[in-house]
């Protein structure tokens, strides 16, 4: 299917289906802000679960951290968010609409009314939320919502490093949320005002940075083809010189072949010993590691893989969505990764039978401390697994009036349709062998 027509059909089955809904609907929504339904709860938690468990759960190097989202003002201002942060902005003297400046079309023209030479002076715009702490709106209670999640680690670097007593290389891992006052939100998930990262920075030697950033490019590319996305549809893109953060010597993108074209979910940056010493010389404290086998003091270096869930959510659900012809009919199914797939199980009774239903109802209670777990009893079995395929359900258990005999059920697989059967006593055991 057509690339455009392919976003239609995933907006439109998020919808539908649960997974994200227009926030504030009823009111006529909220411009790019959106609600995560039942299934897109699940599906984006199991996202994060999935990063956290490969950078964290399996690694001895690797601790984790929940800072707040309100921080001291000068935290952004030691950091350069304040001065840097900014977007070069101009506004149409016909249409009064506002764009970013480095996003007008070559022609000149304003992409909305299509007049010409009509720009204003660029100006820079910074994208942090400012807002108010406490009872007075004064410039001494001014505060912001964090663009990053990345501060609050650096700002405890010290505190983690002296309760866990991990010795470089070492890294703190964080999901959080962040807000930026995006001008030009867009793409349904993909660039929003809110949103939720799941960043990691590595502190190591300073000889070291670059060998380890190296280490986690390779390792951050991987793992999104590890939990489902196609080589094809993945490429790692080193930046031009022109293109780095004032603080990065080094940054990659993980990037993913959007409908739109290849855009970034995940960057990579090797950010030296830049924020450690602009805190410790704002703050006056030392943010300095005393290596005692070497018998040297430095400022560790830092390497940044910085992710979106929102986008990896979204490239996962692009990548599984397919549509299919079986025995001569369609079936829409998400091919995504049991790992990643909301639901694991659906139980299905054959019919709603009175001798069938308590059966499916004690099978479905028996999974859930392990799994997530569908018990859909309406509706045709056929129409059922085409509901659980289009939702990316691993496995459907279906209870027969067989089942009543030999005490077994029927295992259909989502993607190879095969089916097995399988006695009730030893289906906890076949479902978590089938899992990655």
Not at 14 to 20: A, I, M
Request: net charge negative.
């Amino acid at each position: 299917m057509a690339k455009p027509d392919l976003m239609e059909r995933v907006v439109n089955l998020c919808k539908r289906r649960g997974f994200v809904f227009p926030s504030s609907e009823i009111y006529g929504g909220f411009r790019s802000t959106w609600d995560y339904g039942p299934l897109g709860v699940l599906l984006k938690r199991n996202v994060k679960d999935a990063w956290w468990t490969s950078m964290v759960q399996l690694r001895d190097d690797i601790v984790g951290l929940d800072a707040a989202i309100l921080m001291a003002p000068r935290v952004w201002e030691a950091s350069g968010h304040l001065a840097t942060f900014t977007d070069p902005l101009v506004d149409c003297r016909h249409c009064q609409q506002r764009f970013r400046a480095d996003q007008l079309p070559p022609s000149g023209a304003c992409p909305h009314c299509g007049a010409k030479d009509g720009f204003t002076e660029s100006r820079a715009f910074n994208l942090m939320f400012k807002t108010h702490v406490g009872p007075v709106e004064d410039e001494a209670a001014v505060a912001y919502l964090r663009p990053e999640t990345a501060q609050g680690i650096f700002v405890n670097f010290a505190n983690v490093q002296t309760t866990t007593r991990k010795k470089p290389p070492f890294g703190i891992a964080q999901i959080g949320k962040s807000f930026r006052n995006e001008i030009t939100p867009g793409n349904f998930v993909y660039r929003t005002r809110e949103f939720e990262q799941m960043e990691m920075e590595y502190f190591v030697p300073p000889e070291d940075g670059e060998r380890w950033y190296e280490y986690w490019c390779d390792q951050r590319l991987r793992w999104y083809g590890e939990h489902g996305i196609p080589d094809h549809q993945l490429r790692l893109r080193p930046h031009d010189p022109d293109e780095l953060s004032h603080y990065s010597v080094s940054t990659a993108d993980v990037e993913f072949d959007f409908p739109w074209g290849w855009g970034e979910l995940e960057g990579i940056a090797n950010r030296t010993d830049f924020d450690l010493r602009a805190h410790a010389e704002h703050s006056g404290q030392d943010l300095s590691y005393y290596d005692q086998e070497h018998d040297r003091r430095y400022v560790p270096h830092v390497i940044e893989p910085a992710a979106g869930a929102d986008r990896a959510t979204l490239a996962f659900l692009l990548a599984a969505y397919a549509e299919e012809e079986v025995s001569g009919e369609r079936r829409t199914v998400l091919h995504l990764d049991p790992r990643l797939a909301p639901i694991k199980v659906a139980v299905l009774p054959l019919s709603r039978h009175e001798r069938l239903l308590p059966v499916a109802e004690e099978i479905a209670a028996g999974l859930r401390p392990q799994l997530m777990v569908d018990l859909d009893s309406a509706g045709s079995i056929g129409r059922r697994y085409r509901r659980q395929d289009e939702v990316g359900t691993p496995w459907c258990v279906t209870i027969d009036f067989e089942t009543l005999d030999d005490k077994a059920v029927t295992v259909r697989d989502r993607d190879t349709m095969h089916q097995d059967r399988v006695p009730v006593d030893q289906l906890s055991t076949y479902l978590r062998e089938r899992l990655p």
